[in-house]
């Protein structure tokens, strides 16, 4: 599974932070709304295009929260600089 996409509220904390995650695994998109950090409880969402996935994506994403988008790590990971 390959993550496409990572936004975050902004937020700090055990009971404030929130993170939505897009993904995808072969010809399937996976959404993750996580709550609470990476011991947070999340939910899945799966859809079979990219366009409902997003749609997801949006419908979460709305509200009071300023959300950031964050950069996913590459394939393999980060290069050094030379």
Do not use: C, I
Request: charged share 35%; hydrophobic share 35%.
């Amino acid at each position: 599974m390959e993550q496409r996409r990572h936004w975050w509220n902004g937020k700090w904390g055990r009971l404030a932070r929130r993170d939505v995650f897009l993904r995808v695994d072969g010809d399937r998109w996976h959404v993750e709304q996580r709550a609470g950090g990476a011991e947070g409880v999340s939910r899945f969402y799966e859809h079979a295009s990219v366009e409902e996935a997003e749609e997801t994506v949006r419908s979460l994403l709305d509200g009071a929260d300023t959300w950031r988008e964050l950069s996913p790590r590459p394939p393999g990971g980060w290069a050094p600089s030379v």
